[in-house]
């Protein structure tokens, strides 16, 4: 008899091999959602007024900008964890801030002109 063994299908470490996979893609998808959802916040609550939505765009801008955060959901390890470099993605929200925050003047400053 040869030294390769027969795979049954009960086998445990399939079984937890498959179990590892569907935990990581979990892990993934949940990292995805807590990132979009920083994003969505970002992005459509720049030009807040409101008070609540303040709120929801400095929460975001300050999870994305924070560096010191060890916790597992926290910027830093959720780019880490998919592969982003957190410094490029920082670099670019507060790029796309800076325009947005400086169409919001341009727009405001020639509506103040237009009497």
């Given amino acids: 008899m040869n030294n390769l063994s027969i795979v049954e299908p009960t086998d445990g470490a399939i079984l937890e091999r498959l ?3 569907s935990t ?4 993934e998808r949940l990292m995805l959602a807590v990132l979009e959802s920083a994003t969505e916040d970002f992005q459509k609550y720049v030009l807040a007024s409101n008070r609540r939505g303040v709120e929801l765009f400095q929460a975001a801008e300050q999870w994305i900008l924070d560096t010191d955060d060890p916790s597992f959901f926290s910027f830093e390890n ?3 964890y998919l592969q982003l470099d957190a410094n490029y993605m920082r670099s670019g929200f507060m ?6 925050l400086s169409g ?3 727009t405001c400053a020639s509506g103040a002109n237009r009497r």
């Fill in 78 to 80: 959720i780019c880490e």
């Fill in 95 to 100: 790029h796309w801030k800076a325009a947005k």
């Fill in 104 to 106: 919001r003047l341009k």
């Fill in 19 to 21: 179990h590892k996979k």
């Fill in 24 to 27: 990581r893609d979990g892990e």
